[in-house]
């Protein structure tokens, strides 16, 4: 079936180290894809968005890859930090206004 | 610019009970989206609304499940006579023009029920 998903669950990143959170999508025809952080008893906050016509798209500190061939979507973020501790997700739009999320993956962020 | 807001923050209710939690777009506003998130898992779409009108309830449960966003005032989600699995985390979004712009978040509504 169609689903938005999270390679692995739990991420644990050495402080100052680069992060990568990876992300499978089965629907080729979403068009717009978007990551979001969300720390404890708060809503998600927007990070970063990518279309499908892109392949890369770069922020303060975070860079969205897209792989269009293999349905990939990945998040890295440099010199991670402790306020990066939180889960992530990546959400997917396929041609309209509904946004499809994956489980989420858990970042702990080592002193 | 204030962000979405939604109240109450928590809400405890008895099985049978009704829940009805708030929502404040953004300024500029004017579409509004639901989302739930159970335990463990990520944001399930229920529904959207512009200003008096719902466009799409697709992801709402068709018993006890009703939102409105009037003309003036806050978008409501409404359940009625609310069960144990209705409890969750409930979010709304918003966004500023056409339903494909990004949508900000607000904090949520965790709604326990007893």
């Known amino acids: 079936g169609e689903s938005v998903g999270l390679h692995l669950p739990t991420l644990s990143v050495q402080e100052g180290d680069n992060s990568i959170i990876n992300c499978a999508y089965s629907n080729s025809a979403s068009d717009y894809f978007i990551w979001y952080k969300q720390e404890s008893g708060k809503g998600p906050q927007f990070i970063i968005d990518?279309?499908?016509?892109?392949d890369k798209r770069q922020g303060q500190r975070v860079t969205v890859l897209l792989n269009k061939t293999v349905k990939h979507l990945s998040l890295q973020i440099a010199a991670t930090q402790p306020g990066d501790s939180a889960v992530y997700f990546c959400?997917?739009?396929?041609?309209?206004?509904?946004?499809?999320f994956g489980a989420g993956t858990t970042v702990t962020v080592r002193a | 610019n204030a962000g979405v807001m939604q109240n109450p923050r928590h809400l405890v209710r008895r099985r049978g009970q009704e829940a009805r939690l708030r929502c404040s777009p953004m300024k500029g506003h004017s579409h509004v989206y639901w989302y739930r998130q159970l335990p463990e898992e990520g944001l399930k779409f229920m529904v959207y609304l512009q200003k008096e009108n719902i466009i799409d309830e697709s992801g709402m449960p068709k018993e006890r499940f009703s939102a409105e966003f009037p003309k003036e005032g806050p978008s409501i989600l409404r359940i009625q006579q609310v069960v144990r699995g209705d409890s969750a985390a409930y979010f709304c979004?918003?966004?500023?023009?056409?339903?494909?712009?990004?949508?900000?978040f607000g904090p949520g509504t965790r709604l326990t029920v007893l």
């Open positions: 979004a918003s966004s500023p023009r056409q339903g494909t712009d990004t949508q900000y």
């Open positions: 990518i279309r499908s016509n892109m």
């Open positions: 959400a997917e739009r396929r041609n309209d206004y509904k946004l499809s």
